[in-house]
């Protein structure tokens, strides 16, 4: 694709490398990533999430990254992965690292989009968030971004899995929250063909509602995927039960 500039006169412009499909970060949005970054001028990698095997986490607009990540990265979109290319007054300036990035260096960034999230401080902000997260997983899932819908789902679960100080209703409103979201990342690993995952999590929303269907269903299908039929018959058997009563 076409190199777009993000900066007016050119010192920053990215080109997309696979489209993304989710929502774009806002400012003072926390961010996940995965990057690898080369010297420009003679492609020379220097620093890498994939070589390293970890994303990487960080808030926009807190200046730990490079000027260039903080312009171009709110203009990605989840799921997308890009070229950012920058000249050294939007990387790491006329110093450059200490055996690392020479002096006025220009650089290229190829990065990842793999989630964000909001802070959230009091319960009801906390429910909203994990709602707004599963309703994005929700989409990202329809639209067979499988890796990217299970982030979101995990994220919604973070705002709530501690979630205890708060009015009954609330309380209430949270467990059944939780279930869907558990159930849904269930049905990311089954996608994913981690099956035991899967009955993990299964697992873990039944034991905050035992009634509901979907995880019998969904813990059948993670065994009969495993080869082990006696156990899948045994939920799915379950799950009838609950369908009659």
């Known amino acids: 694709m076409d190199l777009i500039n993000i900066t007016k006169d050119g010192s920053v412009t990215k080109r997309i490398l696979r489209e993304g499909a989710g ?26 999430t994939r070589d390293r095997k970890a994303e990487f986490t960080f808030n926009l607009n807190s200046g730990k990254v490079v000027e260039a990540w903080e312009l171009a990265i709110p203009t990605m979109k989840v799921g997308e992965k890009a070229e950012i290319f920058c000249t050294s007054d939007y990387g790491y300036g006329d110093e450059g690292r200490t055996h690392i990035v020479p002096p006025k260096a220009n650089l290229r960034f190829e990065v990842e ?4 999230w909001e802070t959230a401080s009091s319960a009801t902000e906390r429910i909203q968030c994990a709602d707004k997260k599963k309703q994005e997983g929700n989409e990202l899932f329809k639209k067979g ?13 973070d705002y709530i899995k501690d979630l205890w100080n708060c009015e009954p209703e609330e309380l209430e409103q949270c467990r059944l929250l939780i279930v869907t979201i558990q159930l849904n ?4 690993y089954l996608r994913l063909k981690n099956y035991e995952f899967a009955i993990e999590v299964c697992k873990r929303a039944l034991d905050r509602d035992c009634t509901n269907i979907k995880g019998y ?23 009838l039960e609950v369908y009659k009563n």
């Open 145 to 157: 971004l499988t890796e990217e819908a299970l982030f979101a789902y995990r994220k919604a679960r």
């Open 113 to 116: 989009l793999l989630g964000f």
């Open 185 to 188: 990342i269930a049905a990311c």
């Open 217 to 239: 269903y969904r813990l059948g299908q993670a065994y009969l995927e495993l080869g082990e039929f006696d156990h899948s018959i045994e939920f799915i058997k379950l799950g």
């Open 23 to 48: 929502s774009s970060p806002e400012k003072n949005n926390s961010v996940c990533v995965h990057y690898e970054s080369f010297l420009k001028d003679t492609n020379t990698k220097f620093d890498s």
